[in-house]
Protein backbone atom coordinates (compact mmCIF):
# COMPACT_ATOMS: atom_id res chain seq x y z
CA UNK A 1 0.00 0.00 0.00
CA UNK A 2 1.23 3.32 -1.27
CA UNK A 3 0.04 6.49 0.89
CA UNK A 4 1.04 10.00 0.23
CA UNK A 5 2.03 12.79 3.07
CA UNK A 6 -0.79 15.19 3.26
CA UNK A 7 0.27 18.97 1.56
CA UNK A 8 1.64 21.88 3.81
CA UNK A 9 -0.86 23.72 5.53
CA UNK A 10 1.17 26.50 4.00
CA UNK A 11 3.85 27.09 1.25
CA UNK A 12 5.70 30.18 1.43
CA UNK A 13 4.80 32.22 -1.97
CA UNK A 14 8.38 32.85 -2.79
CA UNK A 15 9.16 29.43 -2.83
CA UNK A 16 10.96 28.31 -6.39
CA UNK A 17 10.85 25.02 -8.34
CA UNK A 18 13.77 25.99 -9.15
CA UNK A 19 16.74 26.33 -6.62
CA UNK A 20 19.45 24.12 -7.44
CA UNK A 21 20.48 20.85 -10.19
CA UNK A 22 22.03 18.01 -7.15
CA UNK A 23 23.95 16.13 -9.40
CA UNK A 24 25.69 15.45 -6.31
CA UNK A 25 25.71 16.28 -2.93
CA UNK A 26 27.80 17.84 -0.92
CA UNK A 27 27.92 20.73 -3.92
CA UNK A 28 31.61 21.59 -4.98
CA UNK A 29 30.99 25.15 -3.27
CA UNK A 30 30.69 23.51 0.05
CA UNK A 31 34.51 21.67 -0.57
CA UNK A 32 37.59 23.83 1.52
CA UNK A 33 41.37 23.02 1.23
CA UNK A 34 42.39 20.04 3.06
CA UNK A 35 44.80 20.86 6.12
CA UNK A 36 46.98 18.43 6.14
CA UNK A 37 46.60 17.41 2.91
CA UNK A 38 45.88 13.42 3.23
CA UNK A 39 47.81 10.95 1.11
CA UNK A 40 45.62 9.08 -1.30
CA UNK A 41 46.95 5.91 -0.26
CA UNK A 42 45.36 6.54 3.30
CA UNK A 43 42.36 8.06 1.65
CA UNK A 44 41.68 4.99 -0.02
CA UNK A 45 43.12 2.44 2.37
CA UNK A 46 39.41 1.09 3.67
CA UNK A 47 37.42 1.08 0.83
CA UNK A 48 35.73 -1.23 -0.84
CA UNK A 49 37.14 -1.21 -4.87
CA UNK A 50 35.54 -3.79 -6.73
CA UNK A 51 32.76 -1.52 -8.08
CA UNK A 52 34.40 1.95 -8.90
CA UNK A 53 33.98 4.19 -11.10
CA UNK A 54 36.17 6.27 -13.69
CA UNK A 55 35.85 9.66 -14.46
CA UNK A 56 38.49 11.48 -17.09
CA UNK A 57 37.77 15.30 -17.02
CA UNK A 58 38.70 17.06 -20.19
CA UNK A 59 38.80 21.00 -19.35
CA UNK A 60 38.78 22.83 -22.90
CA UNK A 61 35.46 23.75 -25.39
CA UNK A 62 35.38 25.40 -28.73
CA UNK A 63 33.05 27.59 -27.64
CA UNK A 64 31.03 28.82 -24.26
CA UNK A 65 27.70 28.59 -24.18
CA UNK A 66 25.44 31.58 -22.13
CA UNK A 67 24.28 29.36 -19.50
CA UNK A 68 27.24 26.92 -19.03
CA UNK A 69 29.07 27.77 -15.42
CA UNK A 70 31.10 24.57 -15.93
CA UNK A 71 34.70 24.13 -15.12
CA UNK A 72 36.18 24.73 -18.82
CA UNK A 73 38.50 26.79 -20.83
CA UNK A 74 37.79 28.12 -24.13
CA UNK A 75 39.95 26.91 -26.46
CA UNK A 76 43.87 26.14 -25.87
CA UNK A 77 47.00 27.66 -26.25
CA UNK A 78 49.69 25.74 -28.91
CA UNK A 79 51.10 22.82 -26.18
CA UNK A 80 48.09 22.72 -23.53
CA UNK A 81 46.41 19.77 -24.17
CA UNK A 82 49.29 17.75 -24.86
CA UNK A 83 50.90 19.17 -21.55
CA UNK A 84 47.01 18.37 -19.54
CA UNK A 85 47.46 14.86 -20.74
CA UNK A 86 51.38 14.62 -19.32
CA UNK A 87 49.64 15.86 -16.16
CA UNK A 88 46.69 13.39 -16.48
CA UNK A 89 49.45 10.71 -16.79
CA UNK A 90 51.07 11.55 -13.86
CA UNK A 91 47.92 11.83 -11.77
CA UNK A 92 46.73 8.47 -12.87
CA UNK A 93 50.10 6.77 -12.19
CA UNK A 94 49.88 8.34 -8.43
CA UNK A 95 46.27 7.30 -7.80
CA UNK A 96 46.66 3.85 -9.25
CA UNK A 97 49.52 3.19 -6.93
CA UNK A 98 47.40 4.30 -4.26
CA UNK A 99 44.42 2.32 -4.91
CA UNK A 100 44.69 -1.70 -4.25
CA UNK A 101 46.28 -4.24 -6.38
CA UNK A 102 42.72 -6.12 -7.18
CA UNK A 103 40.86 -2.47 -7.59
CA UNK A 104 38.39 -3.03 -10.48
CA UNK A 105 36.24 -0.25 -12.15
CA UNK A 106 33.09 -1.20 -12.95
CA UNK A 107 31.95 1.63 -15.25
CA UNK A 108 34.00 4.78 -16.55
CA UNK A 109 33.12 8.05 -18.41
CA UNK A 110 34.74 10.72 -20.38
CA UNK A 111 33.67 14.31 -19.40
CA UNK A 112 34.02 17.92 -19.34
CA UNK A 113 34.29 20.48 -20.80
CA UNK A 114 34.39 18.89 -24.07
CA UNK A 115 36.52 15.65 -24.69
CA UNK A 116 35.84 15.31 -28.32
CA UNK A 117 37.35 18.87 -28.04
CA UNK A 118 40.68 16.98 -28.42
CA UNK A 119 42.10 15.35 -31.87
CA UNK A 120 41.74 11.98 -32.39
CA UNK A 121 45.29 10.75 -31.95
CA UNK A 122 45.20 12.47 -28.03
CA UNK A 123 41.63 10.39 -27.41
CA UNK A 124 43.84 7.57 -28.27
CA UNK A 125 46.10 9.01 -25.72
CA UNK A 126 43.01 9.78 -22.98
CA UNK A 127 41.57 6.22 -23.21
CA UNK A 128 45.46 4.33 -22.97
CA UNK A 129 45.75 6.13 -19.79
CA UNK A 130 42.09 5.00 -18.60
CA UNK A 131 43.35 1.29 -19.70
CA UNK A 132 47.51 0.88 -19.14
CA UNK A 133 47.63 3.85 -16.21
CA UNK A 134 44.43 2.54 -14.26
CA UNK A 135 43.50 -0.72 -15.22
CA UNK A 136 40.16 -0.15 -16.39
CA UNK A 137 38.71 -2.39 -19.68
CA UNK A 138 37.04 -0.17 -21.54
CA UNK A 139 35.68 -2.45 -24.32
CA UNK A 140 34.26 -4.91 -20.98
CA UNK A 141 32.54 -2.02 -18.88
CA UNK A 142 30.37 0.72 -19.63
CA UNK A 143 32.08 3.61 -21.10
CA UNK A 144 29.99 7.28 -21.62
CA UNK A 145 31.76 9.98 -23.46
CA UNK A 146 30.58 13.67 -23.68
CA UNK A 147 30.74 15.23 -27.38
CA UNK A 148 29.37 18.72 -29.24
CA UNK A 149 28.15 18.85 -32.57
CA UNK A 150 31.30 20.56 -34.28
CA UNK A 151 33.50 18.15 -32.55
CA UNK A 152 31.80 15.47 -33.52
CA UNK A 153 33.81 14.68 -36.10
CA UNK A 154 34.12 10.95 -38.15
CA UNK A 155 37.75 10.10 -36.97
CA UNK A 156 37.29 10.97 -33.45
CA UNK A 157 33.65 8.97 -33.06
CA UNK A 158 35.68 6.25 -34.69
CA UNK A 159 38.39 6.12 -31.87
CA UNK A 160 35.85 6.24 -29.33
CA UNK A 161 33.93 3.57 -31.32
CA UNK A 162 37.16 0.97 -31.40
CA UNK A 163 37.74 1.63 -27.82
CA UNK A 164 34.33 0.51 -26.58
CA UNK A 165 32.64 3.26 -25.90
CA UNK A 166 28.61 2.34 -25.38
CA UNK A 167 27.20 5.81 -24.44
CA UNK A 168 27.89 8.65 -26.44
CA UNK A 169 26.01 12.14 -25.31
CA UNK A 170 25.31 15.30 -27.55
CA UNK A 171 24.34 18.69 -26.24
CA UNK A 172 22.03 19.62 -28.75
CA UNK A 173 20.30 21.73 -26.19
CA UNK A 174 17.75 22.92 -28.90
CA UNK A 175 17.16 22.21 -32.74
CA UNK A 176 15.77 25.50 -33.89
CA UNK A 177 18.45 27.93 -34.18
CA UNK A 178 17.06 31.32 -32.78
CA UNK A 179 16.66 29.14 -29.56
CA UNK A 180 20.01 28.50 -29.95
CA UNK A 181 21.23 31.94 -30.65
CA UNK A 182 18.97 33.00 -27.53
CA UNK A 183 20.65 30.66 -25.03
CA UNK A 184 24.06 32.35 -26.51
CA UNK A 185 25.05 28.63 -27.94
CA UNK A 186 26.41 29.66 -31.54
CA UNK A 187 25.17 26.49 -33.85
CA UNK A 188 23.12 25.39 -36.71
CA UNK A 189 20.93 23.04 -37.00
CA UNK A 190 22.33 21.57 -40.22
CA UNK A 191 25.61 20.83 -38.32
CA UNK A 192 23.14 18.98 -35.29
CA UNK A 193 21.34 16.94 -37.62
CA UNK A 194 24.83 15.85 -39.56
CA UNK A 195 26.67 15.47 -36.50
CA UNK A 196 23.85 12.96 -35.10
CA UNK A 197 24.08 10.89 -38.72
CA UNK A 198 27.85 10.41 -38.38
CA UNK A 199 27.32 9.19 -34.92
CA UNK A 200 24.45 6.74 -35.55
CA UNK A 201 26.85 5.45 -38.30
CA UNK A 202 29.82 4.80 -35.84
CA UNK A 203 27.25 2.35 -34.38
CA UNK A 204 27.35 3.58 -30.49
CA UNK A 205 24.94 1.45 -28.59
CA UNK A 206 23.37 3.99 -26.62
CA UNK A 207 22.78 8.00 -27.92
CA UNK A 208 21.62 10.35 -25.66
CA UNK A 209 20.59 14.02 -26.34
CA UNK A 210 20.53 16.93 -23.98
CA UNK A 211 18.03 19.60 -24.86
CA UNK A 212 17.28 22.02 -22.74
CA UNK A 213 13.89 24.27 -21.87
CA UNK A 214 13.10 27.52 -20.66
CA UNK A 215 14.98 29.98 -23.26
CA UNK A 216 13.88 33.21 -23.64
CA UNK A 217 11.32 33.41 -26.45
CA UNK A 218 10.70 29.54 -26.05
CA UNK A 219 6.90 28.04 -26.33
CA UNK A 220 5.49 24.85 -26.29
CA UNK A 221 4.79 24.65 -29.91
CA UNK A 222 8.66 25.29 -30.14
CA UNK A 223 9.58 22.87 -27.26
CA UNK A 224 7.69 20.03 -28.66
CA UNK A 225 9.32 21.03 -32.35
CA UNK A 226 12.39 20.78 -30.95
CA UNK A 227 11.60 17.12 -28.94
CA UNK A 228 10.04 15.73 -32.16
CA UNK A 229 13.33 16.18 -34.07
CA UNK A 230 15.56 14.46 -31.00
CA UNK A 231 12.88 11.94 -31.43
CA UNK A 232 13.22 11.76 -34.75
CA UNK A 233 17.02 10.17 -34.50
CA UNK A 234 15.31 7.59 -31.76
CA UNK A 235 18.12 8.20 -29.02
CA UNK A 236 18.34 5.90 -26.47
CA UNK A 237 18.61 8.49 -23.67
CA UNK A 238 17.36 11.86 -23.83
CA UNK A 239 17.92 14.39 -21.13
CA UNK A 240 15.83 17.43 -20.33
CA UNK A 241 17.33 20.34 -18.40
CA UNK A 242 15.74 23.32 -17.22
CA UNK A 243 17.82 26.71 -18.01
CA UNK A 244 19.36 28.54 -15.25
CA UNK A 245 20.87 31.95 -14.87
CA UNK A 246 23.84 31.37 -13.05
CA UNK A 247 26.85 33.83 -11.88
CA UNK A 248 29.49 34.56 -14.03
CA UNK A 249 27.54 32.99 -17.16
CA UNK A 250 26.96 34.96 -20.31
CA UNK A 251 23.28 34.98 -19.73
CA UNK A 252 23.82 36.36 -16.31
CA UNK A 253 24.95 39.48 -17.98
CA UNK A 254 21.60 40.38 -19.99
CA UNK A 255 18.98 41.36 -18.60
CA UNK A 256 15.45 39.81 -18.49
CA UNK A 257 12.26 40.96 -18.80
CA UNK A 258 10.38 38.44 -17.63
CA UNK A 259 9.44 38.12 -13.69
CA UNK A 260 11.11 35.41 -11.55
CA UNK A 261 7.53 33.70 -10.85
CA UNK A 262 6.81 33.74 -14.27
CA UNK A 263 9.71 32.21 -15.56
CA UNK A 264 9.39 29.36 -13.16
CA UNK A 265 5.47 28.93 -14.66
CA UNK A 266 7.31 28.78 -18.12
CA UNK A 267 9.25 26.24 -16.89
CA UNK A 268 7.48 24.01 -15.02
CA UNK A 269 4.52 24.22 -17.86
CA UNK A 270 7.34 23.44 -20.81
CA UNK A 271 8.68 20.49 -18.48
CA UNK A 272 5.43 18.98 -17.84
CA UNK A 273 4.73 19.15 -21.39
CA UNK A 274 7.98 17.59 -22.77
CA UNK A 275 7.43 14.60 -19.93
CA UNK A 276 3.70 13.82 -21.17
CA UNK A 277 5.48 13.34 -24.71
CA UNK A 278 8.41 11.28 -24.03
CA UNK A 279 6.20 9.45 -22.19
CA UNK A 280 3.91 9.27 -24.74
CA UNK A 281 6.36 7.90 -27.24
CA UNK A 282 7.73 5.27 -25.14
CA UNK A 283 10.00 6.80 -22.95
CA UNK A 284 10.45 5.84 -19.09
CA UNK A 285 11.43 8.89 -16.53
CA UNK A 286 14.39 7.85 -14.69
CA UNK A 287 14.53 11.10 -12.88
CA UNK A 288 13.54 14.92 -13.75
CA UNK A 289 15.95 15.28 -16.24
CA UNK A 290 16.60 11.73 -17.38
CA UNK A 291 14.20 9.36 -19.64
CA UNK A 292 15.27 5.91 -21.49
CA UNK A 293 13.15 4.39 -24.11
CA UNK A 294 11.44 1.51 -23.36
CA UNK A 295 13.76 -1.89 -24.97
CA UNK A 296 17.08 0.70 -25.31
CA UNK A 297 20.49 -1.46 -23.99
CA UNK A 298 20.61 0.64 -20.78
CA UNK A 299 16.73 0.06 -19.88
CA UNK A 300 17.13 -3.46 -20.41
CA UNK A 301 20.73 -3.26 -17.98
CA UNK A 302 24.02 -4.54 -19.36
CA UNK A 303 26.64 -7.16 -17.62
CA UNK A 304 28.28 -4.40 -15.87
CA UNK A 305 26.03 -1.45 -15.80
CA UNK A 306 24.08 -2.78 -12.80
CA UNK A 307 27.04 -3.04 -10.53
CA UNK A 308 27.79 0.45 -9.71
CA UNK A 309 25.60 2.59 -7.43
CA UNK A 310 26.46 6.36 -7.01
CA UNK A 311 25.13 6.58 -3.65
CA UNK A 312 27.31 4.16 -1.94
CA UNK A 313 30.47 2.90 -4.52
CA UNK A 314 33.41 5.37 -4.59
CA UNK A 315 34.27 7.20 -7.73
CA UNK A 316 38.34 7.54 -8.47
CA UNK A 317 38.19 11.47 -10.85
CA UNK A 318 41.05 12.57 -12.85
CA UNK A 319 41.59 15.57 -14.06
CA UNK A 320 41.45 18.94 -12.47
CA UNK A 321 38.20 19.34 -12.45
CA UNK A 322 36.56 15.89 -11.47
CA UNK A 323 36.21 15.01 -8.22
CA UNK A 324 36.76 11.70 -6.07
CA UNK A 325 34.29 10.20 -3.89
CA UNK A 326 34.87 7.44 -0.99
CA UNK A 327 32.98 6.69 2.01
CA UNK A 328 34.65 9.77 4.69
CA UNK A 329 36.01 12.01 1.64
CA UNK A 330 34.69 14.02 -1.51
CA UNK A 331 38.02 15.65 -2.71
CA UNK A 332 39.16 17.56 -5.93
CA UNK A 333 41.30 20.35 -7.22
CA UNK A 334 39.99 23.73 -6.49
CA UNK A 335 36.81 25.17 -8.43
CA UNK A 336 35.54 28.47 -10.44
CA UNK A 337 33.86 29.50 -13.31
CA UNK A 338 35.32 32.82 -14.60
CA UNK A 339 37.74 32.15 -17.37
CA UNK A 340 40.99 33.98 -15.51
CA UNK A 341 40.66 31.77 -12.57
CA UNK A 342 39.72 28.64 -14.48
CA UNK A 343 42.96 29.57 -16.77
CA UNK A 344 45.10 29.36 -13.42
CA UNK A 345 44.00 26.92 -12.29
CA UNK A 346 44.44 24.68 -15.05
CA UNK A 347 47.87 26.32 -15.57
CA UNK A 348 48.79 24.98 -11.88
CA UNK A 349 47.21 21.39 -12.19
CA UNK A 350 49.51 20.92 -15.71
CA UNK A 351 52.73 22.37 -13.49
CA UNK A 352 51.77 19.55 -10.63
CA UNK A 353 54.76 16.92 -10.18
CA UNK A 354 53.14 15.14 -7.06
CA UNK A 355 49.71 14.00 -7.27
CA UNK A 356 49.74 11.85 -4.35
CA UNK A 357 47.76 14.17 -1.51
CA UNK A 358 43.94 15.13 -2.32
CA UNK A 359 43.82 19.20 -2.43
CA UNK A 360 40.47 20.62 -2.16
CA UNK A 361 37.41 18.37 -0.77
CA UNK A 362 34.86 17.84 2.32
CA UNK A 363 35.41 14.98 4.58
CA UNK A 364 31.81 13.49 5.53
CA UNK A 365 30.65 12.37 8.92
CA UNK A 366 28.26 9.55 9.11
CA UNK A 367 25.46 11.34 9.23
CA UNK A 368 26.18 12.91 5.94
CA UNK A 369 26.76 10.10 4.19
CA UNK A 370 23.06 9.05 4.84
CA UNK A 371 21.82 12.17 3.48
CA UNK A 372 23.94 11.79 0.68
CA UNK A 373 22.51 8.25 0.46
CA UNK A 374 18.90 9.90 1.29
CA UNK A 375 19.21 12.52 -1.59
CA UNK A 376 20.64 11.07 -4.54
CA UNK A 377 18.14 7.54 -3.86
CA UNK A 378 14.88 10.00 -3.38
CA UNK A 379 15.67 12.16 -6.65
CA UNK A 380 15.52 9.19 -9.01
CA UNK A 381 12.27 7.73 -9.89
CA UNK A 382 12.99 4.30 -8.39
CA UNK A 383 12.99 5.81 -4.94
CA UNK A 384 14.71 4.99 -1.46
CA UNK A 385 14.92 1.41 -0.77
CA UNK A 386 14.32 1.17 2.97
CA UNK A 387 15.54 -2.13 3.32
CA UNK A 388 19.08 -1.41 1.11
CA UNK A 389 19.14 1.60 3.75
CA UNK A 390 18.56 -0.18 7.23
CA UNK A 391 21.08 -3.22 6.05
CA UNK A 392 23.95 -0.28 4.82
CA UNK A 393 23.42 2.04 7.53
CA UNK A 394 21.57 0.08 10.72
CA UNK A 395 19.25 2.46 10.85
CA UNK A 396 15.31 3.83 9.89
CA UNK A 397 15.36 6.73 7.52
CA UNK A 398 12.17 7.82 8.75
CA UNK A 399 13.90 7.88 11.85
CA UNK A 400 17.37 9.58 10.67
CA UNK A 401 15.05 11.84 8.47
CA UNK A 402 11.73 12.33 10.18
CA UNK A 403 12.00 16.29 10.12
CA UNK A 404 13.15 16.56 6.74
CA UNK A 405 10.49 14.38 5.38
CA UNK A 406 8.03 16.51 6.85
CA UNK A 407 9.03 19.59 5.53
CA UNK A 408 7.15 22.09 3.34
CA UNK A 409 9.31 21.13 -0.13
CA UNK A 410 8.46 17.47 0.43
CA UNK A 411 4.52 17.67 1.79
CA UNK A 412 2.02 16.15 -0.72
CA UNK A 413 4.99 15.02 -2.83
CA UNK A 414 6.19 12.20 -1.09
CA UNK A 415 4.55 8.50 -2.13
CA UNK A 416 5.36 6.01 1.32
CA UNK A 417 5.04 2.74 1.22
CA UNK A 418 6.13 -0.32 3.50
CA UNK A 419 9.07 -0.82 1.48
CA UNK A 420 10.41 2.73 -0.05
CA UNK A 421 10.37 6.12 -0.37
CA UNK A 422 9.07 7.91 -3.78
CA UNK A 423 8.54 11.03 -5.05
CA UNK A 424 5.53 11.51 -6.71
CA UNK A 425 5.22 12.57 -10.06
CA UNK A 426 4.70 16.10 -9.36
CA UNK A 427 7.92 15.42 -6.48
CA UNK A 428 10.04 14.56 -9.27
CA UNK A 429 8.94 17.93 -11.30
CA UNK A 430 10.05 19.79 -8.23
CA UNK A 431 13.51 17.88 -7.80
CA UNK A 432 15.43 21.08 -7.64
CA UNK A 433 13.58 22.46 -4.83
CA UNK A 434 13.08 19.31 -2.98
CA UNK A 435 17.15 17.66 -3.19
CA UNK A 436 18.10 21.62 -1.69
CA UNK A 437 16.08 21.61 1.16
CA UNK A 438 17.31 17.99 2.00
CA UNK A 439 20.87 19.39 2.28
CA UNK A 440 22.37 19.97 6.13
CA UNK A 441 22.35 23.33 7.61
CA UNK A 442 26.69 22.59 7.43
CA UNK A 443 26.80 22.43 4.08
CA UNK A 444 23.91 24.73 3.20
CA UNK A 445 26.28 27.69 5.44
CA UNK A 446 28.99 26.31 3.33
CA UNK A 447 27.90 27.13 0.04
CA UNK A 448 26.55 30.23 0.74
CA UNK A 449 29.51 31.38 2.06
CA UNK A 450 31.43 30.72 -1.03
CA UNK A 451 32.38 33.36 -3.26
CA UNK A 452 31.74 32.76 -6.58
CA UNK A 453 34.67 33.23 -8.81
Known amino acids: MTTVLPPAAEIPAAESPYQSYVYAYPHKTAYRPLLPRPALREVWADEPQHALSLYLHIPFCEVRCGFCNLFTRIGSPEGLTTAYLDALDRQAAAVREALAEDAR ?13 LTAGELERLCDIAEQRMGADLRAVPLSVEAS ?4 TADRLRVLAERGTTRLSLGVQSFLDEEAR ?3 RPQKRAAVEAALGRIREAGFPVLNIDLIYGIDGQTEASWLRSLDAALAWEPEELYLYPLYVRPLTGLARRATEESPAGWDDQRLRLYRAGRDHLLAHGYQQVSMRMFRRTGSPEAAGTEHSSEYSCQTDGMVGLGCGARSYTAALHYSFDYAVSATDVRTIIDDYVA ?6 AEWGRPLAPEESRRRHLIQSLLQADGLDLADYRNR ?9 AADLAGPALRGRLLVSQDRLRLSPEGLAHSDAIGPALFSDAVRADMASYRPR
Open 105 to 117: FALAAFGGGTPTY
Open 149 to 152: PETA
Open 182 to 184: SAV
Open 352 to 357: TADFTR
Open 393 to 401: FGTEAAEDF
